[in-house]
């Protein structure tokens, strides 16, 4: 069974940076693609970035050169490096893992479809961006 545990969130004050990390484990030749989601607050849950099993990575247009997903070599561990903050970004962040994964680009920034879904979610950690 996959499991996914965020940590990292917090608040800072606009301009600054944070690295959400999300810790995966159960997760050996599951062939996991996964992903950052947020909900602002009162808003619907939204994509931010995604990683491919291939390893290749998708961004929401708000959050374009300014984030950056990564994982370790292992896969033990993805990471959400957010620079540049904004009081825009203030939302409950989310990790997501989908199981057997066939799915790149922009599609992987949406959690769920008829034809797939995130099927493993983190608990979330709170980003909070002061101006």
């Known amino acids: 069974q996959v499991l996914l545990v965020e940590s990292g969130g917090g608040s800072v004050q606009a301009g600054g940076s944070l690295r959400l990390s999300c810790a995966v484990s159960?997760?050996?030749?599951?062939?996991?693609?996964m992903g950052w989601f947020r909900r602002p607050p009162g808003k619907e849950r939204e994509g931010v970035a995604a990683?491919?099993?291939?390893?290749?990575?998708v961004y929401a247009d708000s959050v374009k050169g300014r984030f950056i997903i990564s994982q370790d070599s292992a896969k033990n561990y993805v990471y959400l490096q957010m620079n540049n903050l904004a009081p825009e970004d203030t939302a409950m962040y989310y990790c997501a893992a989908m199981e057997a994964c066939t799915i790149t680009g922009r599609d992987l920034l949406v959690a769920r479809t008829d034809y797939y879904e995130y099927n493993v979610w983190g608990q979330g950690t709170q980003v909070t961006v002061s101006s």
């Open positions: 990683v491919a099993v291939d390893g290749s990575s």
């Open positions: 159960g997760a050996k030749y599951r062939n996991l693609c």
